[in-house]
């Protein structure tokens, strides 16, 4: 019963903007880790960027310096400011949000539908 809804994909010239935005809903007793995935056709998902309960952060190399990612707790919501995009940045970005639906239950990872970003060169 965990859905992530994911939003501000689109197509971007190198060098521009962007700003995702994911909010978490549902049965959902608590939350940890939130974060963004990306996958190009062909190759493996891999971590953007993620940020704990408590507010720690964790930058995948590639976009360190050009990406922020920021939480609102109590609304299971997460952002990802990317700035300064490179041709390499497309692909489909997936929220994660680790959580336990009900007390007693299992801490697991759920995911989002994913939303296009395309960098242009």
């Known amino acids: 019963q965990v859905q992530l809804v994911e939003s501000g994909g689109g197509l971007v010239h190198a060098g521009g903007s962007l700003r995702l935005s994911c909010a978490a809903s549902?049965?959902?007793?608590?939350?940890?880790?939130m974060g963004w995935y990306r996958q190009a056709p062909g190759k493996q998902r891999e971590l953007v960027a993620e940020?704990?309960?408590?507010?720690?952060?964790n930058y995948a190399d590639s976009v360190e310096g050009r990406a922020i990612i920021d939480r609102e707790n109590a609304k299971n919501t997460v952002n990802l400011q990317m700035n300064s995009l490179r041709p390499e940045d497309t692909g489909v970005y997936f929220c994660?949000?680790?959580?336990?639906?009900?007390?007693?239950?299992?801490?697991?990872?759920?995911w989002g539908q994913g939303t296009q970003v395309t960098v242009s060169s």
């Open positions: 994660s949000f680790w959580a336990v639906r009900r007390v007693g239950d299992f801490l697991r990872q759920y």
């Open positions: 549902g049965s959902i007793f608590s939350g940890d880790t």
């Open positions: 940020v704990t309960s408590t507010g720690i952060t």
